[in-house]
């Protein structure tokens, strides 16, 4: 079965580049959500689309921006990089039409250096 | 506003003995609760799901949780631990009834089984 695709899977930046990630969502799933995992975190969830339209907004830096495009995939964009932000992105995909009972699938996620 | 907590940091068990890993909740209104696995350098993998019905529900790789909405608490189990089962886990919740509501994480028990 198909799973959420995520490029690209390592990234290494200098400080104060920009970055930008991109995710493929399940085959009909219309809900995309990103998450950031430091090193021995927990995933934080940054921001979620819904319909192509933002759905939610969690701890995502002014640095970041994202979007879900018409085809469902989606992009995360990062400037001014900071070391601190690197970490693992994680993108992860939904259907929620109808049924809004249904789970939230992971990518493998990118990883993200800064140096 | 929802939270999970994961009150072990770390879990060591014997191979083919039970193993539980524990997770509380907090949420308004009905949950629905997720266990999610991590092994080193990779995505977060989905085991299982409590939505609605037997408190009992069974996963993936020989796993189960049960459910209990007077203590809060959905608990991670598995009659008999297998090597392979070493591996990071995560407890989620995510609230009912809204579209494209995030899932939050809790902090994650390192699951170490022993030969």
């Known amino acids: 079965a198909a799973g959420v695709i995520q490029s690209p899977r390592h990234l290494i930046k200098e400080k104060r580049e920009t970055a930008t990630l991109k995710c493929y969502p399940i085959?009909?799933?219309?809900?995309v959500y990103w998450y950031q995992q430091g090193p021995g975190q927990d995933p934080q969830f940054l921001i979620s689309?819904?319909?192509?339209?933002?759905?939610d907004k969690g701890s995502i830096p002014d640095r970041f921006s994202a979007q879900q495009f018409s085809d469902y995939h989606s992009e995360l964009n990062m400037s001014s990089l900071e070391l601190g932000d690197s970490a693992l992105y994680f993108c992860?995909?939904?259907?929620?039409?109808?049924?809004?009972?249904?789970?939230?699938?992971f990518g493998e996620g990118s990883w993200l250096t800064v140096v | 506003a929802q939270s999970v907590a994961q009150p072990e940091d770390q879990v060591n068990v014997a191979e083919g003995n039970p193993l539980t890993v524990k997770c509380t909740y907090s949420?308004?209104?009905?949950?629905?609760l997720f266990w999610y696995v991590q092994y080193p350098n990779r995505g977060l993998q989905f085991l299982l799901k409590?939505?609605?019905?037997?408190?009992l529900v069974k996963g993936s790789y020989g796993f189960e949780a049960e459910f209990n909405k007077s203590q809060t608490s959905f608990h991670l189990k598995k009659p008999s631990a297998l090597v392979s089962d070493s591996a990071l886990y995560f407890c989620?919740?995510?609230?009912?009834?809204?579209?494209?509501?995030?899932?939050?994480f809790g902090s994650g028990t390192r699951l170490s089984i022993r030969p």
């Open positions: 949420v308004s209104g009905n949950p629905y």
């Open positions: 689309f819904y319909e192509k339209m933002q759905s």
């Open positions: 989620a919740v995510r609230r009912e009834y809204s579209s494209a509501s995030k899932i939050i």
């Open positions: 409590y939505i609605t019905g037997d408190n």
């Open positions: 085959p009909r799933h219309d809900t």
């Open positions: 992860a995909s939904s259907l929620d039409s109808g049924d809004r009972r249904n789970t939230i699938y």
